[in-house]
């Protein structure tokens, strides 16, 4: 059994600081979403909550997949070669370009149809479309700002990432109080406002981004600018083979809360708002983790292209321990406070009751969840993908999604029930990537 160094602790908490506040400013755009539209009504925090969530499937879609500019980025740097790291930025910029209008094209011409095959409540339906067709226009912008975001993280620089997530999310507050509300002279948008501050958000935290690298001396190795974009299929290969396993891994899991979230929009507005306050809750506190788990990536990454075997091992151990222990105290948080959390959303009773109902049922798989989320992060770093992949879609489509969809559509059982199926999945999803990753690091 490996031991955890506090050296390990210390350098890991040192890289993934930037990224928390980063993943806590993109939660926050999701937070101050729900509150704002919230002041419309139950009708427009429904709307918000089941567009977010499709639009959150899309968006982690795309995330996976440049995921894998990380492990690829800190293998290269601890190599030393980081004049090769441009090409793939250039790469993966071309790739997002392509794909980010295309996803806009595609959901301006099948959304309604979407909304109706999968059953939303017609008394929100309409509000949802606004919301995303809306919101989808930032697509190309923020699926660009993750090429830049990756690569930066792949280096171990990860500030400029904060930096420009704290101004989106300044901005998102901002642009909700004007079209929301109809402020400054602007014309009130309600939901479709809502959308519209998110969009121009996603292309000007990408302006900055970008901007960032180019002005920065310390990006001028990198080469990132100063050739064209020329299509290489043998870099968009290995990005594609990397990444799309982590794609389908990390939609695995964001498709079943949003499979679930579009399920109980099913169901009416009071639970799908109950069910969204939950969800904000539970994704501020994902994001601590989630981004322990991508510095993990990095320095098992730069630890093997060190070629040290025995770094990445430690690193790789102290990155599940550090996402379990925090879990654990997030868990404690929960049970003791969920209440006065749920205050700050609202103060509808029927509303808050059901909220309150969900978050002890999370409180159960907060900490299973933070040890899969550490071992897949570890896993990237071995550049280990298709094993964690196909586990994801073990555990969350044929184990927890038939049993949500059993408790909650067959039996019409309350919603807490129906987020069991989380904790089956999630505790599966751990024992399965834990294991994986004893084998890979021969940490046990």
């Given at each position: 059994m490996q031991s955890i160094k506090f050296k390990n602790i210390f350098s890991l908490l040192k890289l993934a600081a930037p990224l928390i506040a980063n993943n806590l400013?993109?939660?926050g755009i999701q937070v101050t979403d729900a509150l704002m539209?919230?002041?419309?009504?139950?009708?427009?925090?429904?709307?918000?909550?089941?567009?977010?969530?499709?639009?959150?499937?899309?968006?982690?879609?795309?995330n996976g997949l440049m995921m894998a500019l990380s492990p690829i980025v800190a293998r290269i740097f601890?190599?030393?070669?980081?004049?090769?790291?441009?090409?793939?930025?250039?790469?993966?910029?071309l790739m997002s370009l392509i794909i980010g209008v295309t996803i806009v094209i595609i959901i301006k011409l099948s959304l309604p149809l979407l909304l109706e095959i999968v059953g939303i409540d017609i008394e929100f339906r309409y509000l949802v479309v606004e919301f995303l067709d809306a919101i989808i226009y930032g697509a190309p912008g923020i699926f660009l700002f993750l090429v830049f975001r990756y690569t930066t993280e792949g280096?171990?620089?990860?500030?400029?990432?904060?930096?420009?997530?704290?101004?989106?999310?300044?901005?998102?507050?901002?642009?909700?109080y004007i079209l929301i509300f109809g402020n400054f002279g602007a014309p009130k948008l309600g939901v479709l406002g809502c959308g519209l501050a998110s969009a121009i958000s996603m292309w000007l935290v990408f302006i900055y981004l970008s901007s960032y690298f180019y002005l920065n001396k310390r990006?001028?190795?990198?080469?990132?600018?100063?050739?064209?974009?020329?299509?290489?299929?043998?870099?968009?290969?290995?990005?594609?083979?990397?990444?799309?396993?982590?794609?389908?891994?990390?939609?695995?899991?964001?498709?079943?809360?949003s499979a679930v979230s579009i399920m109980i929009g099913t169901l009416g507005a009071i639970i799908t708002s109950a069910n969204q306050?939950?969800?904000?809750?539970?994704?501020?506190?994902?994001?601590?983790p989630l981004a322990i788990s991508a510095a993990t990536t990095v320095k098992v990454g730069q630890s093997l292209g060190e070629a040290d075997r025995a770094k990445a091992r430690d690193y790789a151990l102290t990155g599940v321990f550090i996402c379990g222990l925090f879990m654990l105290i997030s868990s404690c948080i929960l049970l003791l406070l969920r209440g006065s959390i749920i205050d700050i959303y609202t103060g509808n009773i029927e509303i808050k009751d059901l909220a309150m109902s969900l978050l002890l049922v999370a409180a159960l798989f907060q900490i299973v969840d933070g040890i899969?989320?550490?071992?897949?992060?570890?896993?990237?770093?071995?550049?280990?993908?298709?094993?964690?992949?196909?586990?994801?879609?073990?555990?969350?489509?044929?184990?927890?999604?038939?049993?949500?969809?059993?408790?909650?559509?067959?039996?019409?059982?309350?919603?807490?029930y129906i987020w069991l199926g989380f904790v089956l999945g999630l505790s599966v999803a751990a024992i399965l990537?834990?294991?994986?990753?004893?084998?890979?690091s021969k940490i046990l």
């Open positions: 400013a993109i939660a539209s919230s002041q419309l009504g139950s009708k427009e925090l429904a709307a918000v909550a089941v567009g977010g969530s499709i639009w959150f499937l899309i968006f982690q879609a795309y601890g190599e030393r070669k980081e004049q090769m790291i441009g090409r793939y930025t250039r790469q993966a910029c280096i171990g620089f990860t500030r400029p990432v904060m930096y420009s997530s704290i101004i989106a999310l300044i901005l998102n507050i901002l642009l909700n990006y001028k190795k990198l080469m990132i600018f100063e050739r064209a974009s020329a299509f290489r299929g043998k870099i968009m290969r290995e990005i594609l083979k990397l990444g799309i396993p982590i794609s389908i891994s990390v939609t695995a899991e964001a498709g079943l809360f306050i939950a969800l904000n809750v539970i994704t501020v506190t994902f994001m601590v899969q989320i550490g071992a897949a992060g570890a896993l990237r770093g071995y550049k280990d993908t298709k094993i964690p992949m196909i586990v994801n879609l073990f555990s969350y489509w044929v184990l927890a999604f038939p049993l949500s969809y059993l408790l909650g559509i067959v039996y019409r059982l309350p919603p807490s990537l834990t294991r994986r990753l004893s084998k890979i």
